[in-house]
């Protein structure tokens, strides 16, 4: 694999960082446009109307429409911004590790910061036994470092400090901040779908009651199309994001260490039970060492491998071996 330096990386991702936010935006206008011409097209299907007039009429709502469109995902981007470290909590079932809980903990990842002239981040940890770990945040206030019980339990100094190394590479290479900008727009749309799907639901239920508004139906299947199409576009943005990611991470590991074979064998561990019961959002699980639900199970071959968030465990353990 091609050595990609550190400067590299977080130049890469910064770049990433900035071109998500240019193309969200631009995704979210192009669909309020797309909704706008599909619900003229529908309700002048039995007219003879002409495509100009067509186009005049769904610009004409498109203008009125998107400033309330754009102010309305804005708030809803700035809260998700700057509230990400307890949304993320709250999908993981973290929460905050006092120093005097385990001062092993601590003493290890000082250590680690210290080498290597960073800034101490949060530590957080998940009552659960088995073995993960994940970093988060935007900013040097919000950094975190997240284990598992499990993960510092079962594994000795060598391999959780390897562990821990690899998640400050992460918030080193500023893979943290790429990430938690994907999971923001991810969940934009997914909250939008969900709230057309329940719009359509209660409407049909009232229609049974009262056969009408057939019309606000339509409506609200419309827009159900386009955030479904929405959703499907910033999946594809997330997936954009490399997952030489994780590679890059255990090699910052190994050179933060000096000892990759501790993270191979940390690797082997986790890799027999990473299941976090908490963690449900596909997401949120990208955030993960290894991916805490069915997909670490998979062979990551054909489709599954297409669409996964991470490497096979099994390749990233060869190559540590072969450092």
Not at 20 to 46: N, S
Not at 57 to 77: A, D, N
Not at 229 to 234: H, T
Request: glycine letters at 6%.
């Amino acid at each position: 694999m091609q050595y990609i330096g550190i400067q590299t990386q977080q130049s890469r991702n910064n770049f990433r960082s900035l071109l998500l936010l240019l193309l969200f935006p631009c995704l979210v206008i192009g669909l309020t446009y797309l909704f706008c011409f599909l619900l003229h097209l529908l309700a002048y299907k039995d007219d003879s109307m002409d495509t100009g007039l067509l186009m005049d009429y769904s610009t004409s709502m498109f203008v009125h429409l998107i400033p309330y469109v754009i102010g309305g995902v804005l708030i809803w981007f700035l809260i998700a911004y700057f509230a990400n470290t307890s949304i993320i909590n709250s999908a993981t079932g973290a929460r905050p590790l006092e120093r005097k809980e385990n001062k092993r903990v601590y003493n290890l990842v000082e250590n680690l910061c210290m080498s290597q002239g960073m800034t101490m981040p949060k530590i957080n940890i998940i009552d659960d036994d088995s073995l993960n770990a994940y970093a988060s945040g935007i900013n040097k206030n919000s950094y975190t470092v997240t284990l598992s019980k499990g993960i510092i339990e079962k594994l000795n100094d060598e391999e959780l400090e390897a562990v821990i190394a690899h998640e400050l590479s992460h918030i080193r290479n500023h893979d943290v901040r790429l990430l938690i900008i994907s999971i923001v727009f991810v969940g934009i749309f997914s909250m939008i779908a969900q709230i057309a799907m329940r719009s359509v639901y209660y409407s049909s239920l009232t229609r049974r009651r009262n056969d009408k508004g057939n019309g606000a139906i339509l409506i609200i299947l419309l827009a159900m199309v386009v955030a479904a199409i929405g959703y499907f576009f910033a999946i594809l943005m997330r997936f954009a994001i490399s997952r030489k990611r994780e590679y890059l991470a255990d090699a910052g590991s190994a050179e933060m260490t000096k000892n990759p074979l501790a993270l191979a064998s940390a690797l082997r561990k986790i890799s027999a039970d990473p299941d976090i019961e908490a963690v449900k959002r596909e997401d949120v699980a990208q955030l993960f060492i290894q991916h805490p639900g069915k997909q670490a199970k998979s062979a990551l071959s054909g489709l599954s491998g297409l669409f996964a968030t991470h490497p096979p465990i099994e390749k990233r353990i060869q190559i540590l071996e072969q450092f």
